[in-house]
């Protein structure tokens, strides 16, 4: 199993660009969800999923889609990149929803917007 | 006030040491997470607990629901294990974990 697989690791864009942060899972898991990490303070949820079909909004939601047509993937859609956007990335997935059992992360996407 | 606290954020010791790392929370959990992120790194589940106390190696977990606190432990500490440890709470009734900021340990040789 390669776990929870996110691309790119890097990515630099200009103000107004719009982008595609990809998180796949090879282990059939149901929820999945992405979060960002900034400085001096902890992970903060973006979206959520609890099942293909169904996404929901976390905490920080403005500036960002998600879509999740299959289980296995889970893509972060951001529309008009924005210097605020500039943060680690990171995609986690866990077999029952809401993370009652272990949690699962991606590598991380680091995300610089200029 | 943020609703999960970590205490110390910065904890630099000697190999060799005890280390413990603390978490408290203010609002009801159905499960608490520790998490280990290396320099420029993913994260990695520790563990999970909803009750108790577990043991990986020289990892230890435990936490008191009433107290709504948790410990991390380190025994025999050394340098592979310089990174920063998060706690993650999952909130009861919701499906969602909040984090709290993380604490940076640096183990010297």
């Known amino acids: 199993n390669a776990g929870v697989t996110q691309t790119p690791k890097f990515q630099v864009l200009k103000t107004g660009q719009s982008m595609t942060l990809q998180c796949a899972q090879d282990m059939n898991h149901e929820y999945m969800s992405w979060y960002r990490q900034d400085p001096g303070m902890g992970l903060r949820l973006i979206h959520y999923?609890?099942?293909?079909?169904?996404?929901d909004q976390g905490e920080v939601p403005n500036g960002y889609n998600v879509s999740r047509s299959t289980t296995e993937d889970f893509p972060l859609r951001l529309l008009s990149a924005a210097p605020s956007q500039t943060s680690v990335y990171f995609c986690?997935?866990?077999?029952?929803?809401?993370?009652?059992?272990?949690?699962?992360f991606g590598q991380g996407t680091r995300l610089t917007v200029v | 006030k943020n609703e999960v606290e970590q205490s110390p954020q910065n904890l630099t010791a000697q190999e060799g040491e005890f280390i413990t790392i603390n978490c408290s929370y203010s609002?009801?959990?159905?499960?608490l997470h520790w998490l280990q992120q290396h320099p420029g790194g993913g994260i990695v589940s520790l563990f999970m607990l909803s009750s108790g106390k577990k043991k990986h190696g020289r990892l230890i977990a435990t936490i008191n629901i009433q107290e709504k606190h948790s410990s991390l432990h380190i025994t025999a500490s050394h340098p592979r294990d310089s990174a920063v440890y998060i706690c993650?709470?999952?909130?009861?009734?919701?499906?969602?974990?909040?984090f709290g900021q993380g604490t940076r340990l640096t183990i010297n040789p």
């Open positions: 993650a709470v999952m909130v009861g009734g919701a499906q969602k974990l909040v």
């Open positions: 999923s609890v099942g293909a079909g169904i996404t």
């Open positions: 609002v009801g959990i159905s499960a």
């Open positions: 986690a997935s866990s077999p029952i929803t809401g993370f009652r059992t272990e949690a699962f």
